[in-house]
């Protein structure tokens, strides 16, 4: 279903010129509001009159993660602090929190949002929806929360944790929506079998997940054992959160909400925009948010963008599911490696367990890649000999998809550490050592 009817399916030529009187206002309210940027612009020998039309963002100032953390706590923010009404906030792996503060205005536009975003999966008022992103800093709790109010859904603010009380009330209160991180989509139905319940038999039928990378095959591991139909949704704290962009019906690539959000897409080495179809980073500049409106923000992500009309009927453009971040991808030995490539190879390999963590190191001075993968129960009690086989067809596997070697450590069931929101992937012992 199109939530928004006139914004979602507007001719691009429409689109264009809304977004281009937004940008020109959104840059005028940071010249005058917000000091980083009244020098970031003036760097640039930029005035508030240097953007005419949309082509011109392309030599606006970059915002980055850093920036925001230079910055912390609010040094971004456009409105002072009594016309804000609430403060959410994301940690990252590492340096200060980036604090993100919200107006009425801008609660109401992630609702709105989120409406759609809901409504793009199906979700309707007749839904009851699960929320098992977790409640509190994080945006995914609050936003879906807001969201499934508006559409007048049912919702069952869970949070994450208490996995056992999630799948009997799963089961009890006749949820037909679940929205999560797809790891722990895949921990709930670990759970659940163990508890001998299955889920496939519960109401549920749309899954919504998102927060971390997760691949294709991932997304039929998750379909077959939990019984619905699984979608992809994006966001950022630094944005909004979860609301930037989701899959329709047709889940080729995520529409992004592109009357709110511009999105581009650049190389990441030199900052250069690429054309629709290349793939780069993706960057956004806010068009209507008050707090703390961002121009042009590296979001560290890594897709491209389709700007055909999808057979939905939405006319905003679509991003690829993303492959990873930037600052994910591991380069081991002068390769780019992502844990996504990683992920696709043991969905497809029999014996083992969609659950493995990367472990990068360096021996002298050479990168080693471990990768350590769950076997899965009937395997691991079997015969030494199978093991061997299947911890050779993994390598093989991986040196085909990602053409440099990498060393296979089979581990018990259930001995890697799950997640309650966003998975740990990646361990790199190297930085330790500089
Ligand atoms: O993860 C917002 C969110 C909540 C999105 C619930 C979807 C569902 P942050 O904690 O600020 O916000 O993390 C944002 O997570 O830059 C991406 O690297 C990653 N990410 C988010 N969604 C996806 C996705 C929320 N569908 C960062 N696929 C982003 C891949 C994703 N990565």
């Given at each position: 279903?199109?939530?928004?009817?006139?914004?979602?399916?507007?001719?691009?030529?429409?689109?264009?010129?809304?977004?281009?009187?937004?940008?020109?206002?959104?840059?005028?309210?940071?010249?005058?509001?917000?000091?980083?940027?009244?020098?970031?612009?003036?760097?640039?020998?930029?005035?508030?009159?240097?953007?005419?039309?949309?082509?011109?963002?392309?030599?606006?100032?970059?915002?980055?993660?850093?920036?925001?953390?230079?910055?912390?706590?609010?040094?971004?923010?456009?409105?002072?602090?009594?016309?804000?009404?609430?403060?959410?906030?994301?940690?990252?792996?590492?340096?200060?929190?980036?604090?993100?503060?919200?107006?009425?205005?801008?609660?109401?536009?992630?609702?709105?949002?989120?409406?759609?975003?809901?409504?793009?999966?199906?979700?309707?008022?007749?839904?009851?929806?699960?929320?098992?992103?977790?409640?509190?800093?994080?945006?995914?709790?609050?936003?879906?929360?807001?969201?499934?109010?508006?559409?007048?859904?049912?919702?069952?603010?869970?949070?994450?944790?208490?996995?056992?009380?999630?799948?009997?009330?799963?089961?009890?209160?006749?949820?037909?929506?679940?929205?999560c991180t797809p790891s722990y989509a895949l921990y709930?139905a670990e759970?659940?079998?163990?508890?001998?319940?299955?889920?496939?038999?519960?109401?549920?039928?749309?899954g919504i997940f998102g927060a971390e990378p997760w691949s294709h095959r991932m997304r039929e591991e998750i379909q077959s054992k939990i019984?619905l139909k699984a979608y992809d949704i994006y966001?950022?704290?630094?944005?909004?959160?979860?609301?930037?962009s989701v899959e329709?019906?047709?889940q080729d690539g995520l529409?992004?909400?592109?009357?709110?959000?511009?999105?581009?897409?650049?190389?990441?080495?030199?900052?250069?925009?690429?054309?629709?179809?290349?793939r780069?980073?993706l960057?956004?500049?806010?068009?209507?948010?008050?707090?703390?409106?961002?121009?042009?923000?590296?979001?560290?992500d890594v897709t491209s963008?389709?700007?055909?009309?999808?057979?939905?009927?939405?006319?905003?453009?679509r991003m690829e599911k993303t492959s990873g971040r930037t600052?994910d991808m591991l380069?081991?030995?002068?390769?780019n490696v992502f844990p996504s490539q990683i992920e696709s190879v043991l969905l497809q390999v029999k014996g083992v367990e969609p659950h493995y963590q990367i472990?990068?190191?360096?021996?002298?001075?050479?990168?080693?890649l471990?990768v350590w993968i769950e076997?899965?129960?009937?395997?691991?009690?079997?015969?030494?000999?199978?093991?061997?086989?299947?911890?050779?067809?993994l390598?093989?596997e991986l040196h085909n998809v990602l053409g440099?070697?990498a060393?296979v450590?089979?581990?018990?069931?259930?001995?890697i550490?799950r997640s309650?929101?966003k998975a740990k992937r990646v361990?790199?012992?190297?930085?330790?050592?500089?």
């Open positions: 279903m199109i939530w928004d009817i006139e914004h979602e399916t507007m001719p691009r030529a429409d689109l264009q010129r809304l977004q281009q009187q937004r940008l020109q206002a959104q840059v005028a309210t940071v010249l005058e509001k917000v000091p980083f940027y009244r020098q970031a612009f003036q760097e640039k020998g930029l005035t508030p009159a240097a953007v005419h039309s949309l082509s011109d963002l392309a030599q606006l100032p970059f915002t980055t993660k850093e920036d925001i953390r230079d910055n912390y706590p609010l040094g971004l923010a456009a409105v002072p602090p009594r016309q804000t009404v609430r403060l959410h906030a994301s940690s990252g792996t590492t340096g200060k929190a980036k604090v993100v503060p919200y107006t009425v205005g801008d609660i109401d536009l992630w609702s709105e949002v989120m409406a759609r975003t809901l409504a793009a999966t199906g979700v309707t008022e007749d839904d009851v929806v699960h929320n098992a992103y977790g409640y509190g800093l994080f945006t995914g709790g609050l936003g879906f929360h807001q969201g499934a109010e508006r559409i007048g859904a049912t919702v069952i603010p869970m949070s994450g944790g208490q996995t056992k009380r999630q799948i009997i009330f799963l089961q009890d209160l006749g949820s037909t929506v679940l929205c709930l759970v659940a079998e163990e508890m001998g319940i299955d889920l496939r038999a519960t109401q549920l039928k749309i019984g966001g950022l704290s630094e944005i909004i959160g979860p609301g930037v329709c019906e047709h529409h992004i909400f592109e009357d709110h959000f511009l999105p581009e897409v650049v190389e990441p080495e030199t900052g250069e925009s690429l054309p629709y179809g290349e780069g980073e960057v956004l500049t806010t068009l209507t948010k008050e707090a703390m409106p961002v121009i042009r923000y590296r979001t560290g963008l389709n700007p055909e009309t999808c057979a939905c009927g939405r006319t905003l453009v600052d380069i081991v030995r002068g390769i472990v990068v190191d360096r021996q002298h001075t050479l990168d080693d471990e076997v899965s129960e009937e395997i691991f009690t079997d015969e030494i000999g199978r093991l061997e086989a299947l911890q050779q067809e390598r093989t440099i070697s060393r450590k089979l581990v018990e069931p259930r001995s550490q309650e929101g361990i790199d012992r190297r930085e330790v050592y500089g």
